[in-house]
């Protein structure tokens, strides 16, 4: 593969950095203690200012008003939003949008797409399952009626962003044939109750419950692999999220031991620091390797290409791992000044715990790698 990027993956990322260079973010919510300490909504004119630079459209194609781009580009975007930790839906909305492109029913892309690139509607994705730990696919029944649509029952749960998003794709199973579908379904809906439930990162999640939900069929997804597709582009859009934090972490962490002295030397001169903040800086090559290569795999979708499914567990593998090394260290070489709430490394620090817990452990992803590789052996 090749490493470079192109002009307009590049003028995706200079636009990035232009619009999140002015997100600070110590004005982020605490994590809460209380629900009275969580925001309310997400970052309303951010996500203004990306829809203007046509930075919610990267995937989508020039008839929905999109550039055309591939997962790279929105993985640069996504790598400079958590060096912020920009609160806005640009993962889900994205990988939403780019599922309805490549599988919905026409009269849905028509309704929908130009109105998301254009930030007029925010779409969201449940792929928690019931209890976060269960495949996603099994936590919904959908059953097709006489009338040819759909009824839907059962739990989503760590839905991000459902309050405040207009649509919520989600992943279901068909009652008779037990094959995996994906729905859409107007957060307004009748049938449809949201429970307040909140992130490490101090952000409203939501419970999803769906009752007898009736949606039509145009609303239905049924493609073979749409619901990998979707996962694969969200799992690869997290690792993505990781490697922006870590990295400004880690920068972070550089600033504060070369301005730190101790006993009449700055911190970052010690034998023990430097060891410690070269050892991080690996785990960032590493994480950057890792991604790109996984998300040049699920943008390459030649026939006869190897699944993605391998790139992305190793991709997990290091940015689950990595990016609690890094931020474990930073606090460490950082002291008590980490834990000072007036200093934006504790929200890092949150926001990395939960995108490791998004991401899930290292070494189930060893196993997945493991089983992928027994079955598919090397030339």
Not at 77 to 102: D, F, G, K, M, W
Request: aromatic share 6%; glycine share 6%.
């Amino acid at each position: 593969m090749d490493f470079t990027f192109s002009e307009e993956q590049q003028a995706a990322l200079e636009a990035a950095k232009a619009h999140f260079a002015a997100v600070a973010p110590d004005a982020v919510p605490s994590p809460a203690l209380t629900p009275g300490a969580v925001a309310d909504d997400f970052d309303r004119t951010l996500w203004t200012h990306l829809a203007d630079a046509d930075l919610l459209s990267l995937l989508l194609h020039t008839e929905y008003g999109g550039a055309g781009l591939d997962p790279i580009a929105l993985c640069l975007v996504l790598r400079e939003s958590a060096r912020s930790l920009a609160r806005i839906p640009l993962l889900e909305n994205t990988a939403a949008a780019t599922t309805l492109q490549a599988h919905g029913h026409p009269d849905t892309r028509k309704e929908l797409l130009t109105r998301a690139g254009r930030g007029e509607l925010v779409l969201t994705v449940a792929a928690h399952g019931r209890t976060g730990h269960d495949p996603a696919e099994l936590a919904v029944t959908a059953r097709q009626d006489n009338d040819g649509n759909w009824t839907l029952d059962g739990i989503q749960t760590a839905v991000p962003w459902a309050h405040t998003a207009d649509y919520v794709l989600l992943p279901a199973h068909t009652h008779d044939t037990a094959r995996t579908v994906l729905a859409l379904v107007p957060r307004a809906h009748p049938g449809i109750r949201l429970a307040e439930q909140y992130s490490t990162t101090g952000e409203r999640l939501a419970e999803l419950r769906l009752d007898s939900v009736r949606i039509p069929a145009r609303h239905l997804l049924d493609a073979d692999g749409a619901w990998e597709e979707l996962r694969l582009l969200l799992t690869t859009g997290t690792c993505a999220l990781a490697l922006g934090l870590a990295e400004k972490a880690l920068e972070m962490t550089s600033r504060y031991t070369s301005g730190r002295e101790q006993f009449g030397h700055p911190l970052a001169t010690f034998q023990a620091v430097a060891v410690q903040a070269a050892d991080r800086y690996i785990d960032l090559r590493a994480m950057e390797a890792t991604l790109w290569q996984a998300a040049w795999r699920i943008s390459s979708r030649a026939p006869g290409a190897l699944p993605a499914a391998g790139d992305v567990a190793t991709a997990k593998i290091w940015a689950s791992d990595g990016l609690r090394r890094v931020v474990q260290t930073a606090q460490h070489l950082h002291g008590g000044f980490g834990a000072d709430t007036d200093y934006p490394l504790h929200r890092y620090h949150a926001w990395a715990k939960h995108l490791e817990l998004s991401l899930g452990p290292a070494a189930a992803h060893e196993d997945t790698l493991g089983d992928l590789l027994a079955a598919h052996p090397l030339a």
